[in-house]
Structures are given as structure tokens and as C-alpha cells.
């Protein structure tokens, strides 16, 4: 296993390091919590370009933590947070062979319910591969993900799109969205279609 699947899985891993290292670079003191809830959405467009939209909510056990590891993440620049996140669609592009470009970028951190709630919204193209007879690809190699509570990874294909192969099975499928929400580490979604 790569250094790279082992930092996925030790922190939160989440998904193949979009939103993973942003949060854990926000937490860096490593206080008591428990993540409650996840929505992964990546939305896929006809042009080539992904919306990569985390929304991750968190239980802190003090409520002196939930404050410091907040107070953290707003200190960090927006320009930090975008370097952090160019970085880490970098490493994840040299994992799997194909360059990712970041196209845009922003993060919140706020209080939702008495819970941290961090929203990240990235703009990449590169992540979908397209063959020469027209099938596109989204397929992140051996990297994993790890889901446990409230956790949704969700796939929203450009409409009339014709799936070739998707592994593993979503757990729900409806026309052009495709929706996982099985607990525990699974490979991240691999998934051919056409349009």
C-alpha cells in the first residue's frame, strides 16, 4: 500500500484526498472527535470539468476543542487552503498517472447544530479520462475510502448518459445519479459511461 493510500486512511480517509487533508490540516492538535456526518457529490459535466462538493460534519467531545480546531481552520488563509488543496490534487494526479488541474477552489468552516461543519467545493478538470471510442472514466486506481456514519458518495453523471461499467454496485441509482452509502473502506468508485 502507498504512503499515499496509508495518509487517506489514517486521516479520516474520506476520499482520495480532496477534502481529507484540509480538514486534518485544520486539526493538527488531534482533539476529541467524532465525524457524524459526509456528502461527497461529484458532479460531471459534458465539458470535462468535475464539481467536487464535501460537506463533513463533526461531535466534539469538549467543547474548548470544537472552538480551537474552528478558530484553526479560519486562520489559514484562503490562499493556504487553495495551495494545500493544489497540492494534494498534485499528488493524487502523480498516483494515478493523469493530471489533475485545479480550476477553482473555496472552503467554510462553521457551527451547525452544535457540530463543526466543513463545506469544500473544488472545480478540477482531468478527472475523468476519455478512451478514443468516446467512453469517459473516472477511476482513482487502488486508492480507498473509508465511510462510517452518515457517510454518502454521490455521482452525478451529465443527463442521458449510458453507464458501461460501475464497481463497486451503488447502493441507489437513479437515471444519471448513482449513490454509495456502504459503511466502512471500499476502493473509490470506478465508473465508465458514455454520452
Known amino acids: ?29 488531534r482533539p476529541n472527535f467524532t465525524q457524524v456526518y459526509y456528502r461527497a457529490t461529484y458532479t460531471f459535466s459534458k465539458s470535462g470539468e468535475t464539481i467536487m462538493d464535501h460537506v463533513a460534519r463533526f461531535a466534539f467531545k469538549k467543547y474548548e476543542d470544537f472552538r480551537k480546531t474552528l478558530d484553526n481552520f479560519r486562520n489559514y488563509s484562503h490562499d493556504e487552503k487553495k ?47 476519455q478512451s478514443e471510442d468516446g467512453v469517459k ?19 452525478v453523471l451529465p443527463k442521458d448518459s449510458e453507464i458501461v461499467e460501475v464497481e463497486p454496485t451503488p447502493s441507489e441509482r437513479k437515471e444519471n445519479i448513482l449513490v454509495w452509502n456502504l459503511q466502512g473502506k471500499m476502493k473509490f468508485p470506478k465508473v465508465k459511461y458514455k454520452n
Do not use: C, P
Open 137 to 155: 472514466e473516472v477511476n482513482l486506481g487502488d486508492n480507498e475510502i473509508n465511510l462510517s456514519g452518515d457517510s454518502r458518495i454521490i455521482f
Open 83 to 129: 495551495k494545500a488543496y493544489v497540492d494534494v490534487m498534485a499528488r493524487l494526479s502523480k498516483d494515478i498517472g493523469q493530471e489533475i488541474k485545479v480550476i477553482s477552489y473555496n472552503s467554510t468552516a462553521t457551527e451547525y447544530e452544535g457540530l463543526l461543519q466543513i463545506h469544500e467545493i473544488g472545480v478540477v478538470k482531468g478527472f475523468i479520462k
Open 1 to 29: 500500500m502507498s504512503n499515499f493510500n496509508k495518509f487517506l486512511i489514517v486521516l479520516i480517509v474520506i476520499m482520495a484526498a480532496i477534502m481529507v487533508f484540509q480538514i486534518f490540516w485544520a486539526f493538527s492538535r
